[in-house]
């Protein structure tokens, strides 16, 4: 099992490798298309906000777990008064920290398992977007959701995704060359914990929620790799 040291040395090599395509792995490995990955950005929060019924307001701060390069963030930054991201990866939190040069964001290097620094009931907003699949540790995943019911203020919301589909995980598929990735022509890392990850059912993240003060109010696509979560903390 993979634990926070080796996802941060992970994530740090795969950042230096091809930030851009292991935070979206649509992009062509050789040479994406720029503007398309950060466009792409902003269609895969709005299509996750819409599928969970979210609307965030525009004097609120908002969290991004599991940040990147910053892809979301940047989306966010046209929404909401504040947005603050972070990362067990401290080379994706560097790029991340260029590409949003200006913006009214707070970046973090995560320590892999909690979301310290962020402060008790600081936030009014909570997303994570192809993130906690890649956690090999399911109990790691179900602690962040009871780290973000300590963040969240009361009433505060949370969009997550997870994947609900455990084949996904240990399914066997066809690995690039090994010259290919020696020369950088196909990506590495593929076959490790921290890229293939694990599932997560809908009823762990609920007991996980109950946990850290919110209430699940919907789940959409459960059973499948692309299931995401509503969340909201509980009001006094």
């Not at 720029?34 to 819409?50: P, S, V």
């Not at 890649?134 to 790691?140: A, K, S």
Request: with cysteine; hydrophobic share 40%; glycine share 10%.
């Amino acid at each position: 099992m993979a634990d926070a040291d080796h996802m941060r040395r992970f994530w740090d090599a795969r950042a230096r490798e091809n930030a851009n395509y292991f935070v979206d792995n649509r992009v062509n490995y050789a040479g994406g298309d720029e503007a398309w990955f950060w466009k792409q950005g902003e269609r895969d929060l709005r299509q996750m906000l819409e599928l969970l019924q979210i609307s965030p307001a525009a004097d609120d701060t908002v969290l991004d777990v599991g940040c990147g390069v910053g892809r979301l963030l940047k989306a966010l930054t046209s929404q909401v008064a504040a947005t603050i991201g972070i990362d067990v990866s401290e080379e994706m939190v560097g790029r991340a920290r260029a590409n949003l040069a200006g913006l009214p964001v707070t970046l973090h290097h995560g320590d892999g398992t909690t979301l310290a620094p962020v402060a008790d009931a600081s936030v009014d907003g909570v997303v994570s977007l192809v993130v906690f699949q890649h956690i090999p540790d399911p109990q790691v995943t179900l602690g962040y959701v009871r780290e973000i019911g300590r963040v969240l203020k009361p009433g505060g919301w949370a969009g997550l995704h997870v994947s609900d589909d455990p084949a996904i995980h240990a399914a066997d598929y066809k690995m690039p060359s090994r010259l290919k990735r020696l020369l950088g022509r196909a990506p590495q890392g593929q076959d490790d914990p921290a890229w293939r990850g694990s599932a997560v059912t809908p009823d762990a993240v609920r007991a996980a929620a109950g946990d850290g003060g919110c209430d699940v109010e919907l789940v959409v696509n459960a059973g499948t790799q692309f299931c995401l979560v509503r969340l909201r903390r509980r009001r006094p």
